[in-house]
């Protein structure tokens, strides 16, 4: 199996956001089975939808995050999530910090504290997920 390193599975969540579509915040993950199967996401709409994201300086309540997309992805494509590591450019909100604990995933590293960092990285805590 291909192992890759931390900073190299940071720069890919950084390539996906690029392809958001977001003006507030573009933000990129990659989540990192336990095989080493990589699955990208970024914030944006559903598939389909109009690729607006804000309204003003206030995101659509529809837009879904990056994290949500690599759940999503998975579960779509009958991927696990357990056990897995999910590198990702912003600090998970409180929602998705839930849902990434909910689906078994063991690890969370982000490379800048967003909006309320202090809450989801309480939650990892609690549930015993690492977060760097």
Request: charged letters at 20%.
């Amino acid at each position: 199996m291909l192992k890759h390193s931390p900073e190299i599975l940071m720069q890919i969540a950084e390539l996906y956001a690029k392809e958001s579509r977001a003006t507030r915040a573009k933000v990129g993950a990659v989540l990192v089975t336990s095989t080493g199967v990589l699955i990208p996401g970024y914030n944006g709409t559903p598939s389909g939808w109009d690729n607006t994201c804000e309204v003003g300086n206030k995101t659509l309540p529809y837009v879904l995050h990056a994290e949500m997309n690599c759940i999503l992805k998975c579960a779509e494509e009958g991927v696990s999530t357990r056990g897995c590591t999910i590198y990702v450019t912003h600090s998970p909100c409180w929602h998705c910090a839930a849902c990434l604990s909910q689906c078994g995933v063991k690890a969370v590293r982000y490379k800048q504290k967003y909006g309320d960092a202090v809450e989801s990285d309480y939650n990892f805590y609690m549930q015993d997920i690492k977060c760097q």
